[in-house]
Nanobody, 125 residues
């Protein structure tokens, strides 16, 4: 079992930036594919970004270039999601997920085996 923990959420003003982190308790995420999803109140969970164990990244269709950046901290064995130019519509619970299929980046929730509880991001206008 892989226990994922997200951190870095909070209340930020529109236009600001945040870095979210995803860690696995007691182990590294270096051998997993990792994705970030988000779920806003009353909306379905949606894919944000994912990265393979070899640092191949993919982002949601239509994602604004450069606003989201997923990366691995190989020293810590964690995966970060940077969000720039935050907008009120980015307000959501952000969840990370890990896939045993480390070579795949999936935009689908079904592509992941383990999920964290999420971290709240609230963007004020």
């Amino acid at each position: 079992q892989v226990h994922l923990v997200e951190s870095g959420g909070g209340l930020v003003q529109a236009g600001g930036s945040l870095t979210l982190a995803c860690a696995a308790s007691g182990r590294t995420l270096s051998t997993f594919g990792v994705g970030w999803f988000r779920q806003a109140p009353g909306k379905s969970r949606e894919f944000v970004a994912a990265v393979t164990s070899s640092d191949i990244a993919t982002y949601a269709f239509g994602s604004e270039t450069g606003r989201f950046n997923i990366s691995r901290d190989h020293a810590k064995g964690t995966v970060n999601l940077q969000i720039h130019a935050l907008k009120p519509e980015d307000t959501a619970v952000y969840l990370c997920a890990a896939a045993r299929a480390y070579w795949v980046v999936s935009r689908l929730q079904s592509g992941y085996d383990y999920w964290g509880q999420g971290t709240q991001v609230t963007v004020s206008s």
